[in-house]
């Protein structure tokens, strides 16, 4: 039996939320960005009116200011957007329990078992659009396909608020002419190279040679053949499944530059607590940790390493994203953000104890922390504070909600 795949997009989200929110936002052109005082002045989302002005996702603030000198900034409520996000999972659980989050406004549905019970993929989709409006109050696009590639290409056809199907018969006329970067996993750089090979369209790509494009992509280019022919067979995941989760990460811009080891400490030891909790939250261990960084001349890099051992705790984090900094940074570049990732990602949740002197003190800290947790979860974020949080270099407490989540992976490909 042929899959039948929706892939549902949440519209101009944030900025729908806010809309919903405030009625007397709904007819003027509307951001949700950071505060620029605090260097985060970016568009995180725009609603309709902001579009039709060329304001775009990801542009400076200052720059979406000069194309629309009325618009409205609204700073994110993060989360409020996260209970939007779940009421929306809710609604998509009543048709399957095969719902795939991809990020906080978008989700993959495998309807393939109750197509009988509920009508098909057309009528699903349009049902969870009437649903969603009137329900929830936001509007969402969706794709209808026989994989996951296909069904995202198909949900951003028809915006805001449209069904797009793409059937095995039409997909070539279809996704064929589409640019290449509409493809999942290219960007910009992707993109540029395959354009010197004269690749510009995902038809060049499915007509090209899969050793060719292994050539000029490695092992990406292969799958990207697979994409643009229709080949992807990853399943949609059940909603819940810890697999979901790949990676666990959070970052920050920082209000000022992280001039000094020590700056750099400061805030590394806050994000390693909170990616530690968020570790445990989810029954996880790590076996890697990976420091991504931008300095002031906003060149960004990432590093990595393997831990001896899997775990999860604050120190280990720590120790592990620190080191890398001092191996890696340029020594007398301010830094200007930093995020620390955990990879590699095991259950924890069925850990032996152990006699081992080393793993006896690892099981001691995790204990700790989970205390630490505990104490923050019933008396917030800022009950219980490290000395070098409080103190070092001047930072005091930090803002620990601009400390933004950077979301784990999700795997397509056969």
């Known amino acids: 039996m042929e899959r039948v795949i929706l892939h549902s997009d949440l519209n101009n989200f944030y900025a729908s939320v806010e809309c919903l929110h405030n009625p007397s936002l709904q007819n003027r052109p509307v951001v949700v960005a950071g505060n620029p005082a605090f260097r985060h002045g970016i568009v995180l989302a725009k609603n309709e009116w902001a579009k039709k002005y060329g304001v775009s996702t990801g542009e400076p603030l ?53 197509i009988r019970l509920f009508g098909d993929g057309k009528c699903i989709a349009d049902e969870i659009r009437a649903r969603m409006k009137k329900e929830i109050g936001l ?51 992707s993109k540029e190279k395959l354009k010197r090979y004269g690749l510009y369209t995902v038809g060049d790509i499915a007509t090209a040679s899969p050793e060719v494009l292994g050539g000029i992509l490695g092992k990406n280019g292969i799958t990207l ?34 001039v000094t080891d020590e700056d750099v400490k400061t805030v590394l030891l806050v994000l390693c607590q909170m990616v530690s909790a968020r570790l445990r939250s989810y029954g996880l261990l790590c076996k890697t940790v990976q420091l991504s960084m931008r300095d002031k001349n906003l ?76 104490i923050r979860t019933k008396f917030g974020k800022h009950a219980l504070l490290l000395g070098r949080v409080l103190a070092g270099g001047g930072w005091g407490k930090l803002n620990l909600e601009d400390m933004t989540d950077i979301p784990g992976g999700h795997c397509l490909g056969g």
């Open 62 to 114: 200052w720059s979406a200011r000069q194309k629309c000198p009325d618009i409205v900034c609204i700073e994110p409520r993060h989360p409020v957007y996260k209970e939007y996000s779940r009421m929306a999972k809710e609604l998509y659980g009543e048709y399957t329990d095969r719902v795939e989050p991809y990020g906080p406004d978008e989700c993959w549905l495998d309807v393939t078992g109750c």
């Open 139 to 189: 509007s969402v696009s969706v794709g209808v396909s026989f994989n996951k590639v296909f069904a995202k290409l198909g949900s951003d056809m028809k915006k805001p608020d449209g069904t797009t199907v793409i059937t095995k018969e039409e997909y070539p006329c279809i996704i064929w002419p589409l640019s290449v970067d509409k493809l999942l996993y290219v960007g910009n750089a």
């Open 225 to 258: 053949w697979k994409f643009a022919n229709g080949l992807d067979t990853s399943p949609v995941s059940v909603y819940g499944e810890k697999n979901l989760i790949q990676s666990v990460g959070n970052s920050t811009t920082t209000v000022r530059d992280l």
């Open 299 to 374: 060149l960004c890099y990432q590093r990595q390493d393997k831990l001896i051992r899997p775990n999860r705790t604050v120190h280990a984090l720590f120790e592990t994203g620190f080191s890398l900094y001092q191996k890696h940074h340029i020594a007398g570049i301010p830094l200007r953000s930093i995020g620390v990732r955990a990879c590699d990602l095991v259950d924890g949740e069925y850990e032996q104890l152990s006699l081992l002197e080393e793993v006896a003190t690892l099981q001691k800290k995790e204990t700790l922390d989970a205390v630490a947790d505990k």
